[in-house]
């Protein structure tokens, strides 16, 4: 069970057997009211975006998943291929399955896959991961990390916005958590 506190955009929850993720949520009180939470929930089994309010401190169930080591095989056009690290049995995923992750997807990195009553509902990227820049503008003499930032895109097509000092084929380390620019790899 998880207090409404704890919710948190990505999080999943489930009501009435079937699992939702938070999709956004907000605290909210009124004059002479108790607290209350309003939810945006997204249906992992149909993809229907429902809106919903819990009592602040309400206890909600949550999920039990089964987690597995999977690699990143490949991408088909929407469809994304993982292999099980210990059984080799490969899995595959639409894009609307792999959401927002598929920015960071490259070939070969591992990740955890969530499955909920066999069904792989979601995956969970490693917390930081080393891409090269393929284009961004170039950086000049004297630009220092405190002096702004720009637009880079990375191997995988995502843009993310870099210091200015970064260039062209450098490599750099990214939060997959919030797509932010952590720090230039040597």
Known sequence: MIDTADFRRGKKIELDGEVYEIVD?????TAQRRAFVRTK???????????????????????????????????EGEQYNFMDNKTY????????QVGESKKF??????LV???????????????TVEFEVVETDPGFKGDTATGGSKPARISTGATVNVPLFVNTGDKIKID????????RVK
């Open 25 to 29: 949520f907000q605290h909210a009180r």
């Open 113 to 127: 896959i969530q499955f909920f009553n066999s069904r792989p509902i979601g995956l969970i990227l490693p917390i």
């Open 105 to 110: 997807l490259q070939e070969n990195i591992e």
């Open 89 to 96: 049995e490969q899995i595959t995923l639409s894009g609307e």
């Open 41 to 75: 929930l997204k249906s992992i089994a149909t993809g229907a975006v429902q809106e919903r309010t819990f009592s602040a401190g309400e206890k909600i169930a949550q999920p039990e998943f089964e987690e597995r080591r999977m690699q990143f095989l490949y991408q």
């Open 176 to 183: 997959t958590r919030t797509g932010e620019y952590i720090e």
